[in-house]
């Protein structure tokens, strides 16, 4: 019999369908970086930090613009098996799903012949992990001064004991029907990154579609607030 994970109305959580779970950025939090940023969503705990633009002589480097790299990576110890520390074929798609989900925000221009890294560091995974290191590594560029056409956010949806239901948690992402991810700039009218696991009608995405780019209005907000609160303190500070 299918896990019952939504129980009158209420997810294993407590959540409602449409509710986020808890979410806090902070930014700056890597002096060695150029930009940094740290996330809790849900149980995922997240550090991102972003070095460069730097100047780069390699064979094949792009003259017109800066190259963007990123290694998203799960330390060991962020499941509850022991994680085997060899860099697996999930953490290389998904670092370059992120580097993709960000490149089009960049104005990548301003930077030829130069390298930008970010590194992406899970201390602890829930589900989405994916999702919460888009949202965070967005508000690192901007904390490097990387000009951007707009932050970009992340959340996934998906159905849920035949529920759509957004920002999944570690179960629902692993025992529910669907699990998409999807990342915007909102400002733009853009979707940079669209996933799908599982299966899903055309109407039940289009339902789900909307409610991520709800979740994401609120996201921004957060993402906002964190960049406000670490430049107004700034500002004081002189
Ligand atoms: P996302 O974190 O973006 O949802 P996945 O759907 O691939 O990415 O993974 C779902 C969750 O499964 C992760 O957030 C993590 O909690 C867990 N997970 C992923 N890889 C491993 C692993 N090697 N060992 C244990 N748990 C893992």
């Known amino acids: 019999m299918e896990n019952q994970l939504i129980i009158n109305g209420k997810r294993s959580d407590g959540r409602g369908p449409t509710d986020l779970r808890p979410l806090k950025i902070d930014v700056g939090i890597i002096k060695n970086a150029a930009g940094s940023s740290y996330i809790e969503h849900g149980k995922n705990k997240i550090i ?3 070095y460069g633009p730097k100047d780069s002589h390699r064979y094949g480097m792009n003259l ?15 499941t509850e098996e022991r994680k085997n520390p060899q860099p697996s074929r999930r953490e290389i798609e ?22 930008i890294d970010i590194f992406v560091e899970v201390l602890q995974s829930d589900g989405g992990s994916r999702s919460a290191s888009i949202t ?16 970009v956010e992340a959340v996934a949806v998906g159905k849920v004991n035949g529920t759509l239901v957004v920002d999944l948690n570690d179960i629902e992402d692993k ?9 915007f700039m909102l400002n733009e ?9 599982g299966k899903m009608t055309v ?31 700034d500002e004081n500070k002189k």
């Open 94 to 115: 998904i670092s370059k799903v992120i580097r993709d989900a960000l490149e089009p925000s960049l104005i990548l221009e301003n930077f030829p012949k130069t390298m």
């Open 203 to 233: 109407e039940e995405f289009k339902a789900g579609l909307m409610m991520a780019m709800e979740a994401a209005k609120k996201i921004k907000e957060i993402q906002k607030e964190a960049l406000l609160k670490k430049y107004s303190h």
């Open 175 to 183: 025992e529910g029907e669907a699990d998409m991810p999807v990342a």
């Open 136 to 151: 965070a590594a967005s508000v690192a560029l901007a904390d490097a001064g990387i000009p951007m056409k707009d932050l």
């Open 48 to 50: 991102v930090a972003i």
């Open 64 to 78: 017109e613009k800066a190259t963007l790299r990123c290694r998203y990576h799960m330390s060991p110890f962020s």
């Open 189 to 197: 009218n853009k979707i940079t990154l669209l996933q799908m696991d």
